[in-house]
């Protein structure tokens, strides 16, 4: 299954990504057009594993930034080959948007979201620092300037920070420095066919169900200049019932995150085989495997 996923995102992404992704080299594979591409692959092929193993159907579904296009290739609303050329132009606008060494990202642990907006309107002065990430509660990553996010730095230690870590990133996502690349990337997305979701998704931006193609355009747009809303997402889950989340993809930070914003819900990281035996061992009560063998019976 995972094969034939990556065969078929090689042939939308004109290489070989399952190469590129497992033997590099990584300056390559870091470019964020191609890492893009390698989470898209990696993400829709764990959710087939999962479908190929259970018969078990989400009631919603979401993704983390890039894991939205994920989110709605699974959730049947976009063509997986599409998906695919889209993320590559997507990354290739954000890395043209600001010039290489312009822009930062920053994790800042330990502060409410409200502080960290606050630190970032006093820190920007005539450039752009704004929140893009509310991860979990006291994890906030910071986007825009590479001054500016670093003037917002040294105000988060005033202001009692625990950590802040500047990331490895060439892209400052998530802020008002990507709207040239929104406006770049939306004629592509107004291109391309998209579908009303077999699977409700609800998006980064709004923390919305849309289930009409204009709308899903719309937030895709908006979701490139605005900040990841991580924490309301799984919140709006769980006041909607859901108790169980199964994380689709490489790791499992997602899983580490909804853990630190709702302890009520339990979550799996498909990171693995371990960890998907562990999730069909607690959802898989209709596997597919025991279907067969009640249908033998």
């Given at each position: 299954?995972?094969?034939?996923?990556?065969?078929?995102?090689?042939?939308?992404?004109?290489?070989?990504?399952?190469?590129?992704?497992?033997?590099?080299?990584?300056?390559?594979?870091?470019?964020?057009?191609?890492?893009?591409?390698?989470?898209?692959?990696?993400?829709?092929?764990?959710?087939?594993?999962?479908?190929?193993?259970?018969?078990?159907?989400?009631?919603?579904?979401?993704?983390?930034?890039?894991?939205?296009?994920?989110?709605?290739?699974?959730a049947g609303a976009l063509d997986f080959g599409d998906a695919i050329r889209l993320v590559a132009l997507r990354g290739r606008y954000m890395q043209e948007a600001v010039p290489a060494g312009a822009?930062?990202?920053?994790?800042?642990?330990?502060?409410?979201?409200?502080?960290?907006?606050?630190?970032?309107?006093?820190?920007?002065?005539?450039?752009?620092?704004?929140?893009?990430?509310?991860?979990?509660?006291?994890?906030?990553?910071?986007?825009?300037?590479?001054?500016?996010?670093?003037?917002?730095?040294?105000?988060?230690?005033?202001?009692?920070?625990?950590?802040?870590?500047?990331?490895?990133?060439?892209?400052?996502?998530?802020?008002?420095?990507?709207?040239?690349?929104?406006?770049?990337?939306?004629?592509?997305?107004?291109?391309?066919?998209?579908?009303?979701?077999?699977?409700?998704?609800?998006?980064?931006?709004?923390?919305?169900?849309?289930?009409?193609?204009?709308?899903?355009?719309?937030?895709?747009?908006?979701?490139?200049?605005?900040?990841?809303?991580?924490?309301?997402?799984?919140?709006?889950?769980?006041?909607?019932?859901?108790?169980?989340?199964?994380?689709?993809?490489?790791?499992?930070?997602?899983?580490?995150?909804n853990k630190r914003i709702d302890t009520r819900l339990e979550s799996y990281a498909l990171e693995n085989k371990a960890g998907l035996e562990q999730a069909l061992d607690k959802l898989g009560v209709?596997?597919?495997?025991?279907?067969?063998?009640?249908?033998?019976?």
């Amino acid at each position: 299954v995972v094969q034939q996923t990556f065969a078929t995102a090689s042939e939308a992404a004109g290489y070989d990504v399952w190469h590129l992704a497992a033997h590099g080299p990584e300056a390559e594979l870091n470019l964020t057009h191609n890492t893009q591409v390698a989470m898209l692959a990696a993400g829709v092929a764990v959710w087939r594993v999962w479908q190929a193993q259970s018969s078990v159907v989400p009631a919603f579904m979401a993704g983390h930034s890039l894991g939205e296009y994920t989110a709605l290739v699974c959730a049947g609303a976009l063509d997986f080959g599409d998906a695919i050329r889209l993320v590559a132009l997507r990354g290739r606008y954000m890395q043209e948007a600001v010039p290489a060494g312009a822009g930062a990202m920053a994790a800042l642990l330990g502060l409410d979201d409200e502080q960290v907006v606050e630190i970032c309107r006093r820190a920007a002065e005539d450039e752009i620092v704004a929140a893009a990430n509310f991860n979990s509660p006291g994890q906030v990553v910071i986007s825009g300037h590479a001054h500016a996010v670093a003037r917002a730095v040294e105000r988060a230690k005033t202001a009692g920070v625990k950590r802040a870590i500047m990331l490895p990133v060439s892209v400052p996502s998530h802020c008002a420095l990507m709207q040239p690349a929104a406006l770049r990337f939306a004629e592509h997305l107004h291109k391309t066919t998209f579908m009303a979701p077999a699977v409700a998704v609800i998006n980064n931006v709004d923390v919305a169900v849309c289930t009409e193609p204009a709308a899903l355009r719309d937030a895709l747009v908006r979701q490139l200049y605005s900040p990841v809303r991580w924490s309301a997402i799984i919140r709006t889950l769980a006041d909607r019932g859901v108790s169980t989340l199964l994380e689709c993809g490489p790791g499992k930070v997602l899983s580490g995150l909804n853990k630190r914003i709702d302890t009520r819900l339990e979550s799996y990281a498909l990171e693995n085989k371990a960890g998907l035996e562990q999730a069909l061992d607690k959802l898989g009560v209709n596997s597919n495997k025991e279907l067969e063998h009640a249908a033998e019976r």
